[in-house]
């Protein structure tokens, strides 16, 4: 059954939390990062300030299932 009026948010994100990781990686105090199953430069409203500072980070991992370059 469909609840049209209803929205399902199995997987809610923290955007307070996710805005204080962009700041933080933007101000160059984080080392490593794990993307697990996600690319936020691929979709996330602030990808591209994410993908310029990721060019400074010494460790990057991400296990998502696709190669999704944006």
Avoid: C, Q, W
């Amino acid at each position: 059954t469909i609840y049209v009026n209803k929205p399902l948010n199995f997987k809610e994100g923290n955007d307070d939390k996710m805005n204080s990781f962009v700041d933080n990686l933007n101000s160059g105090t984080i080392d490593a990062v794990i993307f697990l199953g996600s690319n936020p430069v691929y979709n996330h409203p602030r990808g591209r300030e994410i993908a310029k500072s990721l060019s400074r980070v010494d460790l990057k991992i991400s296990t998502n299932d696709r190669i999704d370059f944006s």
